[in-house]
């Protein structure tokens, strides 16, 4: 009987503390205040409502996270693979001049844009954001086709891009 219980709370705890996985973004996520490269502010809706129609490849990232910096020559590999997807950076930099420092060390191409309230803000926070860097894919009606992977080399990741 001991035995018996014991699986049932490994299974009920497995189960419980498995992450919600998102098909659209919640209110709070969306509210988010980012910040454009020229330092206009834009709520995190008008970032995807300019991308409307179109399938977007997300990149969560900052400059000082080393597996995000490993993660890099995986995004460059498929930005040359898939042209047709439309390239998403969001920052987690602590400061505007390290987010603008990493977009040119590492020559990264695509449409970018810093998270004033960082890992914990409302948009952390509302994305169940736990580790960076965390890719995404975004349909074209701007819902969640993929709503986590941390490698590039993920098989969930790889097959989302492809469809």
Same mark, same amino acid.
């Given at each position: 009987?001991?035995?018996?219980?014991?699986?049932?709370?490994?299974?009920?705890?497995?189960?419980?503390?498995?992450?919600?996985?998102?098909?659209?973004?919640?209110?709070?996520?969306?509210?988010?205040?980012?910040?454009?490269?020229? @330092?206009?502010?834009?709520?995190?809706?008008?970032v995807l409502s300019k991308y409307k129609g179109k399938t977007v490849?997300?990149?969560?990232?900052?400059?000082?996270? @080393?597996?995000?910096?490993?993660?890099?020559?995986?995004?460059?590999?498929?930005?040359?693979?898939?042209?047709?997807?439309?390239?998403?950076?969001?920052?987690?930099?602590?400061?505007?001049?390290?987010?603008?420092?990493?977009?040119?060390?590492?020559?990264?191409?695509?449409?970018?844009?810093?998270?004033?309230? @960082?890992?914990?803000?409302?948009? @952390?926070?509302?994305?169940?954001?736990?580790?960076?860097?965390?890719?995404?894919?975004i349909n074209p009606d701007g819902s969640i086709k993929l709503f986590?992977?941390?490698?590039?080399?993920?098989?969930?990741?790889?097959?989302?891009?492809?469809?």
């Open positions: 009987m001991k035995n018996i219980v014991c699986i049932f709370i490994i299974a009920f705890t497995f189960v419980s503390c498995k992450k919600e996985i998102l098909k659209e973004f919640p209110q709070e996520a969306l509210q988010e205040t980012m910040r454009t490269i020229d @330092g206009k502010d834009i709520k995190f809706e008008a490849f997300v990149d969560v990232w900052a400059s000082w996270c @080393g597996d995000c910096i490993k993660g890099i020559p995986g995004v460059k590999e498929i930005q040359k693979n898939n042209p047709q997807l439309t390239y998403l950076f969001l920052s987690l930099d602590r400061k505007e001049t390290s987010w603008k420092a990493g977009i040119q060390k590492h020559n990264l191409t695509g449409e970018h844009y810093f998270v004033p309230t @960082g890992f914990k803000g409302a948009f @952390g926070k509302a994305i169940g954001l736990d580790w960076i860097p965390r890719y995404m894919i986590e992977a941390i490698k590039t080399n993920d098989e969930a990741l790889q097959e989302a891009i492809k469809q």
